[in-house]
């Protein structure tokens, strides 16, 4: 029998595991969507420095494959864990999180290309730094650390900016996502 000081210890503990194995998982299907979609932002970054005229097709062409990359990986992941990570809500709520940047960048903003470059990841970064604050610093370190670089680059890089992106943005995703398997 176990007195009520080790009931509460024993409890806290399994509270304690339980934490660990949600922020595990979270961080593990988070990893292969970070992973994934940096490989195609490097790309994109690396192809729009080559054909810059064509950006906005180039960019158009990244979330097409990043959102059925993102199906994929939550069909195999869901097959596996039984947990669906990406659905139609989710795919609904990225759509007006686009459309929302989409009426700042092409319809009220009035940015200039490379405004417009770097409107895009401080966008997205902010969401991983503030789902950070729910699902882990590893969330808050690549959101912060992806918006410093990237004003870096804004203000210091010039006509190497989009490599420079490929690197920060796309490499640094990769990284995160890397990052975040061994957590």
Same mark, same amino acid.
């Given at each position: 029998?176990?007195?009520?000081?080790?009931?509460?210890?024993?409890?806290?503990?399994?509270?304690?595991?339980?934490?660990?194995?949600?922020?595990?998982?979270?961080?593990?299907?988070?990893?292969?969507?970070?992973?994934?979609?940096?490989?195609?932002?490097?790309?994109?970054?690396?192809?729009?420095?080559?054909?810059?005229?064509?950006?906005?097709?180039?960019? +158009?062409?990244?979330?097409?494959?990043?959102?059925? #990359?993102?199906?994929?990986?939550?069909?195999?992941?869901?097959?596996?864990? #039984?947990?669906?990570?990406?659905?139609?809500?989710? !795919?609904?709520?990225?759509?007006?999180? +686009?459309?929302?940047?989409?009426?700042?960048?092409?319809?009220?903003?009035?940015?200039?290309?490379?405004?417009?470059?770097?409107?895009?990841? +401080?966008?997205?970064?902010?969401?991983?730094?503030?789902?950070?604050?729910?699902?882990?610093?590893?969330?808050?370190?690549?959101? +912060?650390?992806?918006?410093?670089?990237?004003?870096?680059?804004?203000?210091?890089?010039?006509?190497?900016?989009? !490599?420079?992106?490929?690197?920060?943005?796309? #490499?640094?995703?990769?990284?995160?996502?890397?990052?975040?398997?061994?957590?």
């Amino acid at each position: 029998m176990i007195d009520s000081k080790q009931a509460v210890e024993a409890l806290t503990e399994i509270n304690q595991i339980a934490r660990r194995v949600r922020q595990s998982t979270i961080y593990n299907l988070a990893s292969l969507m970070l992973i994934m979609w940096g490989v195609l932002v490097f790309a994109g970054h690396l192809v729009v420095h080559i054909l810059p005229r064509n950006a906005l097709l180039i960019w +158009l062409a990244v979330t097409v494959l990043g959102i059925a #990359g993102s199906f994929a990986i939550s069909a195999s992941t869901r097959a596996r864990t #039984g947990v669906r990570t990406f659905d139609a809500r989710f !795919l609904m709520a990225f759509l007006l999180f +686009l459309g929302f940047g989409y009426l700042w960048t092409l319809g009220l903003g009035h940015f200039t290309a490379r405004q417009m470059d770097t409107f895009w990841p +401080l966008y997205f970064m902010l969401v991983y730094t503030i789902a950070g604050l729910w699902f882990g610093l590893a969330f808050v370190a690549i959101g +912060l650390g992806v918006t410093a670089l990237t004003l870096i680059g804004y203000f210091f890089i010039g006509d190497w900016f989009h !490599l420079w992106m490929a690197v920060v943005n796309g #490499g640094g995703m990769i990284v995160g996502g890397l990052w975040m398997r061994r957590n």
